[in-house]
């Protein structure tokens, strides 16, 4: 694997942003995939309660209460006299946010505050590799214990409702197994840094629009199957030692005010014994919030002292409305966290560590094992360096950098290698390039201030812009088009108007695959676009994230083959919007409340089930060289029961010219089953490096309670016995092999 370090940095800047731990090293696991690797999390330790106890009776109402509420935009009150330090918390879903001011939103100015810039959650996801999810967690979390922060805000992994999500760049998957395979090795990652992983956000908050307001109904087994069970394995598997309550409601309460989500589910059944704090500004109330669960109040609306567990909460002690007790017990969760990440006791804690060379080399790996390759009927990759002497190089995103952007948190980085950055770098000398921007990122001016909410575009190309490209299309031996979006078009607080390619990009490679057939077209975005038009005669089609500080790099070694491409797209891509199950049923956005009228047939198991055919499917992505999948056999030939575990194993083999990695991906069917089900549902994975001409057995570890569905009637998971089938496949709509099972 060559040039994984930008070469564009100069000796000077690479000692600048190594100086603070030029000896640190990430922690990364063993990726033999061998091995079925099993990642658990530490519980909260309750050896501290005792100390926790003595402080809380010396501590003043006001203190404790100082203890639940922002006290500053990203911290809340310590008590100095006692040595209890603020509880400092941090933005993370692409590395650790820079540093704002401590009373506004306004950059603090810092000149220390750069961090590595890691690849999006799609990007993430698209790698289905829970090996590299540990390794985002450990980098995010050692940059984050360098910045002196006790919080991480993330991972963020609500479930993709919606193509439209202006969050979808950052979440991880439709999909609730491949989300929780992702989610958990990321919070053990980032909490053995001494960190606390605020898991969010909690829960089924997958839109963005009224996302303040809106009430989300849904059944209770479409609440369990599909938007809980990461959450669930984040608190009992990774034990994240935070929840963020967010901003919507759930069957008329809002999330940080919900009972029977906050006490009865986290806490009751699955045993949380960590701090729910809310999203900013998602508390509506006083009493009802911490009666319900919620522990800490962050937010920007308001005067400090003004938040509802600010002086309202002291008012409500005073006036009898709710006791001091019920305040010890959240200022308990807090305190405990704090003693198990050393923040009271700093003895032993963690030093961290932030731009380090290392850290950049993760962030490649993680980058280079994202990208998909959706088509390339005339092999015009990997690009054939000896055959062509110029490479017309087009479009926006071809030097766009996605570190900062939207409504939300960005990462202040050093460096950010673009697609042009690393084909300059990379290509011989022999080969010109010939750039053209191609098209303009234009907006319709909003009416207020925030140019963020439902930005939308101006889709009217510049003829001079065109005819440039398409002269340097005419005058090369490929092109390759750099297409797609940015983190201004997708953005939190903001779900997209809809999936049409913006800033008029259809057009523009139209004309450039008429200039030239010899056309690549790369789409860097975080989800799904109509791709009918750019499809249409395009031989090469390649898709690629919001990948982070190595990102050009990256991507630029796939399309010269030396990284061969093994990523497989997390969600799925429709044909037109129509076809996605939230929209089909037109059950989105809903105005004060929203229906999940599709109820467990979201994503995949919609367009399994009702055989709607989409333009890319769930898990797909293809190779530079070939697979095939044989003879898959279990561990037992009689019927397993409940407690078992199904072992599959099954033989792939490189049947092509160049080493590679494949997803085995398992599906479960069951279609005699006395209850609704989907079509099929993932219940395995396993990514597997297999050099050319070779095999590989991969072991697949598949407990029989995971093939469970949500018995509302009893309120429990429980297995319908009968006769399943494993479809074992490259996709979901690519099945090679097949074995049924029986459970008893």
Not at 382 to 389: A, D, G, S, T
Not at 448 to 458: L, M, P
């Amino acid at each position: 694997m060559k040039n994984r370090i930008a070469p564009l940095l100069s000796i000077l800047s690479f000692i600048a942003f190594t100086a603070c731990n030029e000896d640190a090293q990430t922690n990364t696991p063993n990726t033999d995939s061998s091995e079925n690797k099993i990642f658990q999390g530490e519980p909260l330790s309750m050896e501290y309660e005792e100390k926790i106890d003595s402080l809380i009776a010396q501590l003043t109402l006001e203190e404790k209460s100082g203890m639940l509420h922002g006290t500053s935009m990203f911290a809340t009150s310590g008590v100095p006299r006692l040595g209890i330090p603020e509880l400092t918390m941090a933005d993370g879903p692409l590395g650790v946010r820079e540093e704002i001011s401590r009373d506004s939103w306004a950059n603090a100015g810092w000149e220390n505050d750069y961090a590595t810039f890691l690849p999006a959650g799609g990007g993430l996801s698209a790698t289905w590799n829970p090996d590299l999810a540990y390794t985002f967690g450990n980098v995010i979390g050692a940059e984050t214990r360098d910045r002196n922060k006790d919080v991480l805000l993330a991972p963020a992994f609500n479930i993709i409702r919606t193509p439209l999500g202006g969050r979808t760049y950052e979440y991880f998957s439709e999909d609730p197994f491949l989300n929780k395979k992702i989610t958990v090795p990321y919070i053990v990652g980032v909490q053995e840094n001494d960190v606390a992983a605020s898991i969010k956000h909690y829960a089924v908050n997958n839109q963005e629009t009224n996302r303040g307001t809106v009430d989300v109904l849904l059944d209770e087994r479409t609440l369990r199957e599909i938007y809980l069970p990461a959450f669930e394995a984040a608190i009992t598997e990774a034990h994240a030692y935070s929840v963020m309550g967010a901003y919507n409601r759930l069957r008329g309460d809002y999330l940080n005010e919900n009972e029977y989500m906050l006490q009865d589910v986290l806490r009751d059944e699955w045993g949380f014994k960590g701090f729910v704090v809310s999203d900013w500004d998602a508390i509506h109330s006083t009493v009802k919030a911490l009666k319900a669960g919620a522990d800490v109040e962050m937010g920007t609306n308001a005067p400090f002292d003004e938040y509802y567990f600010a002086q309202p909460l002291i008012d409500s002690v005073q006036a009898g409305k709710l006791s001091e007790e019920e305040v010890n017990k959240h200022v308990r969760r807090v305190l405990r966290v704090m003693y198990n990440i050393k923040s009271i006791d700093s003895t032993g804690r963690a030093e961290g560590s932030r731009n380090t060379e290392a850290h950049l080399q993760d962030a490649y790996d993680i980058a280079s094992e994202s990208v998909v390759l959706l088509k390339n009927e005339k092999n015009l990759l990997p690009v054939k360096l000896e055959e062509i002497e110029s490479i017309a190089v087009i479009g926006n995103n071809a030097t766009r950098t996605y570190a900062q952007g939207g409504f939300g948190a960005g990462v202040k980085t050093r460096n950010e290698i673009t697609p042009l950055d690393a084909l300059k770098n990379k290509l011989p000398e022999s080969v010109s390039i010939n750039y053209a921007k191609g098209y303009e990122e234009n907006y319709v001016p909003a009416n207020d201030q925030n140019q963020n909410y439902g930005r939308e575009t101006i889709d009217e190309l510049d003829e001079n812009m065109v005819q440039e490209a398409v002269e340097a299309a005419k005058n090369s031996d490929i092109a390759i088009i750099f297409a797609g979006s940015n983190r201004d078009y997708e953005s939190e607080a903001a779900d997209r108007r809809d999936i049409q390619l913006p800033f008029g990009q259809e057009e523009l490679i139209d004309r450039v695959k008429e200039a030239n057939p010899n056309t690549i077209i790369v789409m860097i975005a975080g989800a799904p676009f109509d791709l009918q038009k750019v499809e249409k005669n395009a031989s090469t089609l390649v898709w690629s994230w919001f990948n982070g500080s190595e990102g050009g790099n990256a991507l630029v070694d796939v399309l010269l083959g030396e990284v061969n491409p093994s990523g497989k797209l997390p969600w799925t891509m429709p044909v037109s919007l129509e076809d996605s199950p939230a929209h089909a049923t037109n059950s989105f956005p809903g105005d004060e409340s929203v229906t999940y009228e599709e109820g467990i047939l979201v994503g995949y198991r919609w367009f399994d089930t009702k055989n709607i055919e989409p333009m890319y499917p769930f898990g797909y992505g293809l190779s530079y060289t070939s697979f095939d999948f044989k003879s898959p056999k279990v561990n037992k030939e009689e019927a397993y029961t409940e407690n078992d575990t199904i072992t599959l194993e099954i033989e792939v083999e490189n049947t092509g010219e160049v080493d590679g990695k494949e997803v085995v991906q398992v599906y479960m069917s069951k279609s005699d089953s006395q209850i609704e089900r989907a079509a099929q549902e993932l219940k395995g994975f396993k990514k597997v490096a297999v050099s050319a001409g070779s095999s590989e057995t991969v072991s697949i570890e598949i407990p029989v309670k995971e093939l469970a569905y949500y018995n509302v009637d009893n309120k429990s998971w429980t297995v319908e016995p009968g006769t399943y089938t494993l479809k074992i496949g490259n996709s979901s709509r690519n099945i090679l092999e097949q074995i049924n099972i029986e459970i008893e």
